[in-house]
C-alpha cells in the first residue's frame, strides 16, 4: 500500500512571497506519477502541477515548481509570488504507473495574507 | 461536456433516508472514480469504472454503498439507510490516461 504524508497542517505566507509545502511518500515501486492539487472553498480538486518518477528534471508550471528527490521519497511544492487567489488546501497525491487509483495526504491549507 | 459535473451540489438526509449522488463525466473518458473526503481530510478512493464495468469497489466502506454505471457514461453512487458516519463530500473523476480531472462534489450532510 502507498502512503502519502503532509506534514504541514497550515502554512500563511504574505502576497507575493514564496511558500514552500511538503510531501512525503512511501513505495516499494520504480514507475509511478505525483501530482499536487489544489482545493479552493468551491470544493473543485484542480491539478497544479504532475511529475512522472522516470523524469529527472522537476516539472515547473508558471509561478508552481517541484522539488523532487526520488531517493528521499519527497515530493515538495513551491509556490512563488503568491497571489490572494492561492488561498486554498494543497493536496500531494500519488498513482503507480500499472494502477488507477489515487492516494492522497491529508492536506495542507495555505493561506495567502494582503 | 467541458468538465465533470456533479448533482445534487448539496444534500441533506435523515438517518435511514437512501441518497442517490449523480456523476457526469468529461465526455469521452473511459475511466470514472469516485473518492469520499470527510471533513478536513483528503479524498479516499471509493470505486473505479473502466466504460460500464466497475473493475475495483474495494473502498466501498458497506454494503449500503453501491455504484453504477450502465452505459458507460453517466455513474450515481447510491447510499442505503443513511448513517451520520455517511457525511462527507463525495467527489467524482474522470480520465483516459492521468491526470484524473474532478467534479465539484457533492456535500452529504446526514441528520
Known amino acids: 500500500a502507498q502512503t502519502v504524508t503532509q506534514s504541514q497542517p497550515e502554512m500563511s505566507v504574505q502576497e507575493a512571497e514564496t511558500v514552500t509545502l511538503s510531501c512525503t511518500y512511501d513505495t516499494s515501486e520504480s514507475n509511478y506519477y505525483l501530482f499536487w492539487y489544489k482545493q479552493p472553498p468551491s470544493r473543485q480538486m484542480i491539478l497544479v502541477i504532475r511529475q512522472e518518477a522516470y523524469k529527472q528534471q522537476n516539472a515547473t508550471e508558471n509561478r508552481f515548481s517541484v522539488n523532487f528527490q526520488k531517493a528521499a521519497k519527497s515530493f515538495s511544492l513551491k509556490i512563488s509570488d503568491s497571489q490572494l487567489g492561492d488561498t486554498a488546501m494543497y493536496f500531494c497525491?500519488?498513482?503507480?504507473?500499472?494502477?488507477?487509483?489515487?492516494?492522497f495526504g491529508a492536506g495542507t491549507t495555505v493561506t495567502v495574507r494582503a | 461536456g467541458a468538465g465533470v459535473s456533479q448533482s445534487p451540489r448539496y444534500k441533506v438526509a435523515k438517518r435511514g433516508q437512501d441518497v442517490a449522488l449523480r456523476c457526469d463525466p468529461i465526455?469521452?473518458?473511459?475511466?470514472l472514480f469516485w473518492y469520499q473526503q470527510a471533513l478536513g481530510q483528503g479524498p479516499e478512493f471509493l470505486t473505479y469504472?473502466?466504460?460500464?464495468?466497475?473493475?475495483?469497489k474495494s473502498g466501498l466502506p458497506s454494503d449500503r454503498f453501491f455504484a453504477e454505471r450502465p452505459e458507460g457514461s453517466v455513474s450515481t453512487l447510491k447510499i442505503q439507510r443513511t448513517q451520520q458516519e455517511d457525511s462527507a463530500v463525495y467527489l467524482c473523476a474522470s480520465s483516459n490516461r492521468p491526470p484524473s480531472f474532478f467534479g465539484q462534489g457533492t456535500r452529504l450532510t446526514v441528520v
Open positions: 469504472f473502466q466504460n460500464e464495468a466497475q473493475l475495483d
Open positions: 497525491a500519488f498513482m503507480t504507473s500499472n494502477d488507477y487509483k489515487l492516494s
Open positions: 465526455s469521452g473518458h473511459v475511466s
